[in-house]
């Protein structure tokens, strides 16, 4: 079973950066589309970037020019470097695959990392 371990997340002031990442504990990212996934306090999951295997990425047209997803296939990490961060941006940070099918995704949640970005 693959785990994911997200981590990375803080406290930071608005305009500030964070650079997050995902472990994986198997070889998954060099066959498998990655996402990262945010959920703020009484909201639902949202997608926020993903990378194919091939490396090409989309982002949530709130979170594009300030982030960047990126990996290490070597490493089993992918990686969400957040730049001018906003306090909306605040939320817990999951990565995974995407889903294929309602609610289901193709491995358990990790923890997630913490994001707060105080104004």
């Known amino acids: 079973q693959v785990q994911l371990v997200e981590s990375g997340g803080g406290l930071v002031q608005t305009g500030g950066s964070l650079r997050l990442s995902c472990a994986a504990s198997?070889?998954?990212?060099?066959?498998?589309?990655m996402g990262w996934y945010r959920q703020a306090p009484g909201k639902q999951r949202e997608l926020v970037a993903r990378?194919?295997?091939?490396?090409?990425?989309v982002y949530h047209d709130s979170v594009k020019g300030r982030f960047t997803i990126s990996k290490d296939n070597a490493k089993n990490t992918v990686y969400l470097q957040m730049n001018v961060l906003k306090p909306e941006d605040t939320a817990v940070y999951y990565c995974?695959?995407?889903?294929?099918?309602?609610?289901?995704?193709?491995?358990?949640w990790g923890q997630g990392t913490q994001v707060t970005v105080s104004s």
């Open positions: 995974n695959g995407l889903p294929y099918g309602p609610g289901y995704f193709p491995w358990p």
């Open positions: 198997g070889s998954i990212f060099s066959i498998n589309t």
């Open positions: 990378i194919t295997s091939g490396g090409s990425t």
